[in-house]
């Protein structure tokens, strides 16, 4: 089983401040690492997904970087705006293994 | 619309009697997935399918049985039901296993 770990758990943002958070997985035999967003009652909705050393995503306010010899991953959220309140989670897939394990991710609460 | 599907939504039942949560998606994926969510565990794997006929062992199977003898529908059966299986079920389905994953709306399961 991967161990794929988030941290911190849960933060609280003040309206228009940034934001970071991390994601850790095995850098051996790495393959993809994906990011989700999950808003309270409703589906996880994919953000990135990510397989390149050095790969930068952005969407929006929201972007992510990729390290995969060091096994990690960090999301940004710039400007956070309370409709940006989510849990965010991370995956990670190694080659030769089509199980895809979860961090338990990173809650996110944007205060007005 | 594209769309992953599952049925019930919602279901209360009780220790031993089986039950099958169904799963469909009509966006012609090849790899599809269930998952449990429980508090402060994050995103499990149950199993997934990379195609039909072809499944195998997520992180937590002990319990469950899946089918996958349309490339349409990945059904979750449950044959006798406990309690420690009360959860919120997510089936999910992408053309890869490490390509984006689209969510089903989940089933919240209670097992008396």
């Not at chain 1, 991953?73 to 199980?99: F, V």
């Amino acid at each position: 089983i991967l161990n794929v770990e988030q941290s911190p758990q849960s933060l609280h943002v003040q309206e228009g401040d940034s934001t970071n958070f991390t994601c850790s997985f095995p850098s051996s035999n790495f393959y993809a690492l994906h990011w989700y967003r999950w808003e309270t009652a409703k589906s996880p909705e994919a953000l990135f997904v990510m397989t390149l050393n050095g790969d930068e995503k952005k969407k929006g306010r929201i972007s992510a970087t990729l390290n995969t010899k060091e096994g990690y991953s960090y999301l940004y959220i710039k400007g956070s705006q309370p409709e940006d309140s989510a849990t965010y989670l991370c995956a990670s897939l190694s080659m030769g293994n089509n199980r895809l394990a979860f961090g338990k991710g990173n809650q996110v609460v944007v205060i007005p | 619309e594209a769309q992953v599907t599952q049925n019930p939504r919602y279901l209360i039942t009780v220790t031993g009697k089986k039950l099958t949560v169904t799963c469909s998606q009509n966006m012609n994926h090849e790899y599809m997935s269930w998952y449990r969510q429980d508090p402060g565990l994050g995103l499990r794997q149950i199993y997934y399918s990379m195609n039909v006929e072809v499944t195998d062992k997520g992180d937590v199977p002990e319990g469950y049985k899946v089918s996958r003898k349309e490339k349409r529908n990945f059904p979750l059966i449950l044959e006798s039901p406990s309690p420690n299986q009360t959860s919120l079920y997510f089936c999910a389905s992408s053309f890869t296993a490490g390509n984006e994953q689209f969510f089903g709306p989940g089933t919240r399961l209670t097992v008396l």
